[in-house]
């Protein structure tokens, strides 16, 4: 394997791990308390549309690190929702509308212009 793909995979290791902590507290407490619930949103954004673009350009690690960060994403808004008492889809919608968009941006106006808007919810997230 050559070191890119080394390089490649250890970033979707680590990548995918990121939110694991904070789901597995989110579970053991069953407390939301102090979590932005527009960083997460911001969070499905990036997840789901990085896992898009890594389909569209076929980029394996891009997508496993992706998909699989979508596991602790989805189940921390759900914990989310349940908390603030709104609906899950009402949560999860904003995201999934904005995630369209960038998707939509990537396949009308290639990576680059994906690239460049991708970097708004990724600030917003951090």
Excluded: K
Excluded at 17 to 36: A, H, K, N, Y
Aim: hydrophobic content about 55%.
């Amino acid at each position: 394997m050559p070191p890119v793909e080394v390089l490649g995979w250890a970033g979707t290791v680590s990548g995918t791990i990121l939110g694991l902590p904070q789901m597995l507290r989110l579970v053991r407490t069953r407390r939301v308390d102090g979590l932005s619930l527009t960083a997460w949103r911001a969070m499905l954004v990036v997840n789901l549309s990085w896992t898009a673009h890594g389909l569209s350009i076929g980029q394996l690690p891009q997508i496993v690190t992706s998909a699989l960060s979508l596991c602790s994403t989805v189940p921390i808004l759900y914990l989310m929702a349940r908390d603030l008492q709104r609906p899950v889809l009402l949560v999860l919608l904003p995201g999934l509308l904005a995630a369209g968009a960038l998707i939509g941006v990537d396949q009308l106006l290639g990576s680059t212009a994906f690239g460049a808007a991708a970097i708004i919810p990724a600030v917003v997230a951090n």
